[in-house]
């Protein structure tokens, strides 16, 4: 008895329940807060400004952190690598490698750094160290970078909704777009928060329901299945050839986890809104470290999944029997193949995915808003509350509309972790050097960092779309047999031998024979010697004194231990002390002041201010 290709009432109504749930839930709080503080007497823009952005500085770390997660994790991790993983091997998930690095840096290094700033936006400290070219020029390395992540989470989310349902890909992608837009410019980043906290729990449900319908159907495959130890994992996961033209190997995977770790979960604009939106900087430091970890083991779970699928469909693969056209289509099949007999656990699974990419969605476009209100709009235009939030709910639309559009082109450029991969890599060595730059090194000047930064860029773009549109070979798939699938065995053996066959090619330009990986690290190891090089030559020694406030207090000790360093910046031990002493002094303050229901999320407020009651010591 063949499976249902769609889901059924029981499915349909959990899907449904579990879906709208987390809407609702950020939109309650969200509003039931608005409409305090509009009936509160200061409802200015600066005060809309921050409860849009930061929430009013008032929600619970917990929650943050758990957003970070939701924020970072998309429905491509689900369905678009576990597709990778499945159809290439492992070496995908190593730039999630550095993850835990990368949050012990952002702890250390650049939380206390913009905590002490009070700023909203890494392009607000971005601006504040270099200027305003700076700023703006790091924006838009951005939001092409976020774009695409956000572009990928809705079109992953898409193919399994248009696989277990009869809609076109093409309306689910818009669907799902508008829906993580709508909540979200209406609701700001509160909603955004309590939306990602309830969808949350749903989205790690996902991973976990196939993991375990595969080990539970495994003892009963018939015919049985083979022992998982017979697979090749080092095929998978060990391929330690050094080869700089593939991203398929052990060291271009490990070469891409400095700049993809920084980027990802320390300097994306989705998790410094987050640590910036903490009560205190204790708090801000535990979301640092808790979001990401949460991220890598929710990560860890993509693979696991893959693994599962590895193990299910082994010597029966669906693309070579037919079953599937693509391997994007894996996960979503499994479902609807293994678990139209389980009443409610696919509208599950698909309830988890969509929460998974509307969270995405929903911090790309709270954060795009924020940049361009804070970082472009702002400097430049006084205005009211009520003309603020127009402002920011049209950014928020705007930023959704485009998303959305690029998530409906995705399947014409190539499989999800591919798409998403090779152009975040582009953009992520750039800009990791970029905000390394600014938080370690007080003699880079805006000149030096600015054309560091736009020269890679443009080395990165042209390598990424000449080596798109060149005949570079795609990655090695792992060889599949159909042995499991005897009576359509010998039509997918000519199928499957014609897959593999090397096809002749032209020859490819050097650059374009680079991978991602490597082009990545390449690209952060060249904006930091650009930056500094160039910063020196056009006299960057002369301006390093003044921007040793906007320097981290940890490489203030670093360079403190050079005398050349020591004398050109004048660290004596006071100011090297000056910056750690202002932390500890301000999270001591943070820790004794509670701040009363009418001064919530106002804290710009001089009236506000007075209203504070101190604790007892």
């Not at 991790?77 to 597709?83: K, P, S, T, Y």
């Not at 992608?173 to 955004?192: F, H, K, M, P």
């Not at 060291?251 to 700049?259: E, I, K, N, R, T």
Request: proline fraction near 4%; aromatic fraction near 10%.
């Amino acid at each position: 008895m063949s499976a249902p290709a769609s889901l059924d009432v029981a499915d349909t109504v959990v899907f449904g329940v579990l879906t709208v749930a987390g809407y609702l839930i950020g939109l309650y709080f969200s509003f039931a807060r608005r409409r305090c503080q509009e009936s509160s007497s200061n409802s200015s823009a600066a005060a809309a400004e921050q409860e849009a952005f930061l929430g009013g500085r008032t929600l619970p770390a917990f929650a943050l952190a758990v957003s970070v997660v939701a924020s970072v994790a998309t429905a491509g991790n689900v369905v678009g690598f576990v597709a990778h993983y499945y159809a290439y091997g492992f070496h995908a998930i190593l730039p999630s490698t550095g993850i835990p690095l990368a949050a012990i840096f952002a702890t250390m290094a650049l939380v206390p750094l913009l905590y002490r700033l009070r700023v909203a936006s890494i392009f607000q400290y971005l601006r504040m160290r270099f200027d305003n070219m700076v700023g703006i020029t790091a924006s838009i390395v951005y939001v092409f970078l976020s774009q695409i992540v956000g572009a990928v989470g809705i079109y992953s989310a898409g193919i399994a909704v248009s696989t277990m349902y009869p809609i076109p890909l093409v309306y689910s992608n818009i669907c799902i777009g508008l829906a993580g837009t709508v909540y979200t410019a209406l609701g700001g980043l509160r909603s955004v928060v309590w939306a990602d906290f309830a969808q949350a729990f749903v989205m790690f449900s996902s991973p976990f329901i196939i993991i375990g319908k595969v080990i539970y159907d495994s003892r009963i495959a018939s015919p049985p299945l083979k022992p998982i130890s017979d697979i090749n994992i080092a095929d998978y996961i060990f391929r330690t050839n050094v080869d700089f033209t593939s991203d398929e190997n052990l060291w271009s995977g490990l070469a891409a986890a400095v700049p993809f770790s920084l980027v990802r979960t320390a300097f994306d604009q989705m998790a410094v809104q987050r640590f910036m939106a903490a009560k205190t900087l204790r708090d801000a430091r535990r979301i640092a470290i808790g979001g990401p970890l949460l991220a890598f083991f929710f990560f860890t779970l993509g693979l696991a999944t893959s693994l599962a699928l590895i193990y299910w469909y082994t010597d029966c693969d669906p693309v070579l029997s037919g079953a599937i056209k693509s391997y994007d289509q894996i996960v979503p099949h499994y479902m609807t193949e293994r678990l139209a007999r389980v009443k409610m656990l696919r509208g599950l699974f698909l309830a988890g995915l969509i929460g998974a990419s509307t969270s995405t969605v929903s911090s790309v476009v709270n954060s795009h808003a924020a940049i361009f209100y804070i970082d472009v709009i702002k400097p430049h235009v006084r205005m009211t509350a009520r003309k603020a939030r127009f402002i920011m709910r049209a950014l928020a639309f705007s930023s959704g509309m485009v998303m959305t559009l690029l998530a409906v082109a995705a399947p014409h450029i190539g499989t999800a972790a591919r798409l998403f991969l090779s152009l975040y890599c582009t953009a992520a060595g750039p800009f990791a050097g970029l905000v390394l730059l600014a938080i370690s090194s007080p003699w880079v000047n805006a000149k030096g960092a600015a054309w560091g930064t736009v020269l890679v860029c443009v080395l990165q773009l042209w390598h990424a779309i000449g080596r798109s549109l060149s005949s570079v070979a795609p990655p090695r798939l792992i060889t599949r047999t159909l042995e499991r699938c005897a009576p359509l065995m010998n039509a997918s053996s000519e199928a499957r031998n014609h897959t593999l066959l090397p096809s002749e090619r032209a020859p490819v330009f050097l650059l374009y024979q680079a991978s991602f990986y490597w082009m990545s690290f390449s690209g952060l190891l060249l904006t930091l010697l650009l930056g500094t090089v160039l910063s020196l030559v056009t006299g960057g020694e002369r301006t390093a004194r003044s921007n040793v406030p906007l320097t981290s207090p940890i490489f203030l000790k670093l360079w403190a231990r050079f005398k050349f360093f020591r004398h050109m910046l004048m660290l004596d031990d006071d100011k090297v002390d000056n910056g750690a002493h202002v932390l500890r002094q301000r999270e001591r303050e943070d820790d004794s002041t509670e701040v009363s229901p009418m001064c919530e999320g106002q804290e710009l407020s001089q009236s506000c201010t007075s209203k504070r009651t101190l604790s007892a010591t």
